[in-house]
């Protein structure tokens, strides 16, 4: 089910519902707040806080709010997201505890042989860091985009470590075993890193072609994409509409005589 998030409105006002009951010390824990700190206090700005919007502070009770919405009980996430899913658990307990059992404690199922991305930078791949490469992206975007992945100083024929390496680990991410293998050879002969670069690009062009084109087709047809989308809020507000009235009930908020 798909479902474009302001079709749900009764997601905004359980947000706010929860945000009500959410401690502020643990949205300071949240990593995304604490990269924006640590990014201003990095450059030398007094103000650990400039630029940080209450948007991104609560951003993680938002998502919390999608999660306990529909009572999902498993939530397949990466590594880097298990404190989302773990926020989501202490915000529903707390909901719980004061207002009685509404919530469903979400647990986060983690696929064993996941990977998080690096980014162009080398830090985890994301829109905080602006560092991301986007699946879609046209082809010489795409190629312009691997060209700008930091690398070191080491020259052509010098052994490279591919465990430190950036271009490795996408790499490593959408090719075979067998490749990978390969690939730590040349690495230990010394690949170059445009060679490498191109490597890359190559693979990764190759492998998102066909989903690239799929994608196009689908912008080319909103009528199609809305149709869906419209569906899926109607099954989603068919689940929302009720539990939203259960919980307006449980914090107070009703009609008067109702």
């Known amino acids: 089910m798909f479902y474009r998030q302001s079709d749900v409105p009764e997601i905004i006002e359980l947000t706010w519902m ?14 995304a707040y604490k990269a924006a700190v640590a990014d201003n206090e990095q450059s030398g700005e007094a103000d650990a806080d400039k630029g940080v919007t209450m948007g991104l502070f609560s951003y993680p009770i938002l998502m919390a709010a999608d999660i306990l919405m529909f009572k999902a009980d498993k939530i397949p996430v990466g590594k880097d997201q298990i404190q989302h899913i773990e926020m989501a658990r202490d915000i529903a307990a707390r909901f719980n505890h004061i207002y009685g059992e509404h919530f469903v404690l979400p647990e986060a199922v983690i696929e064993e042989h996941g990977a998080t991305l690096s980014g162009l930078d080398g830090r985890k791949m994301s829109k905080s860091y602006n560092n991301t490469i986007p ?11 691997i060209n700008k992945i930091k690398t070191n100083s080491l020259l052509p024929g010098e052994p490279k470590d591919p465990e430190t390496c950036t271009l490795f680990s996408i790499y490593q991410a959408f090719a075979s075993p067998a490749e990978v293998a390969e690939i730590r050879k040349r690495y230990a002969d010394g690949i170059a890193w445009g060679e490498m670069k191109q490597v890359l690009f190559e693979l990764i062009n190759n492998h998102l072609a066909p989903a690239r084109e799929r994608y196009y087709a689908l912008l080319s047809a909103p009528e199609h994409i809305e149709t869906q989308l419209q569906e899926g809020a109607a099954k989603a507000r068919a689940i929302s509409m009720p539990f939203i009235k259960e919980l307006r009930a449980a914090v107070g908020i009703s009609r008067i005589g109702k």
């Open 135 to 145: 699946m879609f992206e046209p082809e010489k975007s795409l190629k312009k985009l």
């Open 18 to 31: 929860l945000t009500c009951v959410t401690a502020k010390g643990l949205m300071n824990r949240a990593h």
